[in-house]
């Protein structure tokens, strides 16, 4: 096929989107997504069997309940390893039958899904190779065969991914040039910046995709990355195999001189000198397959799916043939047979170098944009953090927040005359985004920034309620504001503002049915402004003291997630 040139921007935010752009490009009819079949493993089986026989829910738990806690463990095995089930299996008739019954549709196909991101592809309409169906209650076409199955018929099987940080990426490019008319091209900028690296080797990358998590951040600081190779070679490498077969130590002790990498043939030093002598990448595997054992490259991709899928006899078929040829090529038997145990050792933890070379880029990309745009690029972080918000847990937002704090970067708390939906810059100043309160949403912050940007800042909790409708921000976004100090604004205490939302709510409701019937304010005809009414409103507001301390904080945890 002919790979069109696909707007990276197109793609970044919905995957139903992306699944339109291509099929408008190749053909509807030569387009579907990937079926799946969830299969009956042991417990299922057994409560589907039981609910059909009319056993009692409980009953039917209390025996899955008896099969040992094991990743594909089947009844026999279960039977085998669980003295407690095995037992019940011979005393009682009724669960005899159930789990003999059970153990016969075990491992047969239970139901239809969708794969989550997989699509495939053909030069002509699909039906002319694999068979379709529809989704029931739904409009998605799907292959009746498995993802594994669409492969070995020689299909095109593509994933399409979602990355959350490339919607960041690009409201941070918009914010940029919204306070420095610079227009940044992320493609364009030198992937040998210097503030950047120092940045990845500090470990200062919360927020930076794909480096984020505690362990790999050490890693950074460990590794001293200076040069783009080293982000590609640590996403592959930070995996558990790589990390606990000593891999990762022998990268880092290459790259800083602490030892010299050993090279038993000089394809080996041409193939492994980047990563420092050591394979971290699938296609390293396959070139030393290839040149050195003399296996076509095909052959060789096929060889290190097999090491991978444990599958001795294609193992076998090319360990012959590899020593073979390594040995033609100038390797004594002995060394050949030491790298093919090499080689089958660490392929399984070979990581594909093309995938970690494109999420390489966009960390890298990310990084760049910490080090030098830092107010922008937090807040465009903290803004793609407000969706999915939990308020219950610490969540990045939070955590970022802190990470503004580290950088000197001070948010400026919300409230009701500067901030705006999302989270703004202003200098070093990032203003907290009003949809980033629980309880007040995008179509509520929405209305409060309209509102304040068609008539000016709003002067009190009246003139607010006045403006913005409660059908777009009801009593408990009101109230949410209040806890969050979003109306700190109007002079007056958080008590008071909270027992005065009703009549506000009362008052901006009349005076929005006037102004819907045509009324006009009695004072105004006599030149009396509204703001001078509105005043006298709020001098009669309760005389209350302050909530506590402790309560106001309480209230920030509820509604910002943090103090």
Known sequence: LEAPDIDIDFCKDHRGDVMQYVKDTYGEANVAQIGTFGT????????????????????????????????KITIGSALEKSAELKMTYDGDPEIREMLDLAMKIEGLA???????????????????YVPLCRVAGKDDIITQWSMYDVEHAGLLKMDFLGLRNLTILRITEDIIKQTTGKVIDLYKIPLDDQATFALLSRGETKGVFQLESGG???????????????????????????????????????KLGRKQAQYLHAVLKDILEETHGVMVYQEQVMRILNRLGGIELAKAYTCIKAISKKNEELIGSNHEQ???????????????????????KFAGYGFNKSHSTAYALIAYQTAYLKAHYGVEFMAALLTGDIPGRNFVRKDSLVEHLEDCDRMEIEVVAPSLNTSFVAFTVKGNQIFFGLSAIKGCGGSAAEAIVRAREAAGD???IFDFAERVETSSCNRAAMEHLIKAGAMDCFGANRRQLMETVERAIGAGQARQ?????????????????????????TADMPKVEEFEERAKLTMEKEVLGFY
């Open 513 to 537: 049915a006037d102004n819907r019937s045509g009324q006009q304010n009695l004072f105004g005809a006599f030149g009396e402004s509204e703001g001078d009414a509105e005043l006298d409103a």
């Open 110 to 128: 239970r139901n239809v899904g969708t794969h989550a991101a997989a699509v495939v592809i053909g030069d002509k309409p699909l039906t002319e």
């Open 458 to 460: 709003f002067k009190d």
């Open 40 to 71: 009956l493993a042991a417990r299922a089986a057994i409560k589907d069997v039981g609910r059909v026989l009319g056993i009692p829910l409980g009953r039917v738990v209390q025996i899955t309940g008896m099969v040992p806690e094991e990743l």
């Open 322 to 344: 590899f020593i073979a040829g390594a040995v033609e090529r100038g390797l004594r038997q002995s060394d050949a047979a030491s790298l093919w145990n090499m080689i089958t």
């Open 216 to 254: 790999i951040r050490d890693l950074l600081k460990r590794m001293k990355p200076n040069h783009f190779r080293d982000i590609i070679a640590t996403l592959a490498l930070y995996r558990p195999g790589p990390l606990e077969g000593g891999m990762v130590d022998e990268y880092v002790d290459v």
